[in-house]
C-alpha cells in the first residue's frame, strides 16, 4: 500500500467551503481521476483518507495537508495533475510526495497566518500589536459546543507584526496587514481569537470582517523562528542510487585521477 501526502489550497470564494464540503469535494475528485484507492475494512468500507488540522471555514489557506492510502504505486507528481484538474478553481493540490516518514500531523506544530484589515490604518495596527505583544496574558472568550470558554491567546502568539499593504491592493481605504505566527497549542489559539485579544488590549475593531489567509504550516524551528515545510522530511529521505555506471568508473579510477 503506497501513501500519498498532499497539501491543497482554499482561495477566492472557496475559503468559505466547510472541511465537510471539501471532504466531499475531494472524495469526487478521486473518483473522476480513477485513483485506485486503498478502502478501509467493515461493513462500510470508506477511502483512506487522513485530513490533518484543517483551517476553519471562512479563512483562506496556501497550507493545508492530508495523506492517502493507494492500492496500486502511483507517480505522486501525475497523481496531483489529475486530481488538481478534478477540484474546482480555488481547491488547488499544489504538491504531492510519497510519505516515506511517519507523523505528518505531529510536524504541525505552527503556523503563519495573514490578516487583511481593511479600514484601519496602519499606524493604529501597529500600537495594537504592540500592546498585545506587552501584555503578560490577554483573556479571550469563545463560544464552544461546551459552552463560553476562556483562555490566554498571548501564551500562543510567537510572533506579531504589522506590515505595509501590497501596492496593487484594489480600493483607497486605509488598511492594515497583520503577519502572526501562532502555535498549535490546547485550547487552539485561532486568528479570531488573537482578533479578539487586540480588541481587548487596544480596543481594535475593524469596521469590516478580516480576510484571513493561512500562509504556512509546518514544524516550529524554535532556532530560526520559522515554519518548515512539513513534506521536506519525505523528500529528503528520498536519495537517489548512484548509477550502476558510475559506480564502476569510480572502481577503476587510478588513485590520484581528478587532483590538481
Known sequence: MQRIRLRYTKRGRLRFTSHRDFQRAFERAL??????MAYSAGFTPHPK????????????SEAEFLEIALAEARDPDTLRELLDESLPAGLDIVDAVEARTSGLADRLTASVWELRLDGVEPRRAEEAVKAFLTAGSVE???????????FDARSAVVTLESAPPPADRPGDGPCAILRLVVRHATPAVRPDDVLSGLRAVADLAPPVPAAVTRLAQGLFDEETGTVTDPLAPDREAVRPAPSTAAVLAAAKAPEGAGSA
Open 140 to 150: 479571550v472568550e469563545r463560544r464552544t459546543k461546551n459552552g463560553l470558554r476562556t
Open 31 to 36: 473518483r473522476r481521476a480513477d485513483v485506485p
Open 49 to 60: 483518507v487522513s485530513y490533518a488540522n484543517a483551517a476553519p471555514t471562512g479563512t483562506g
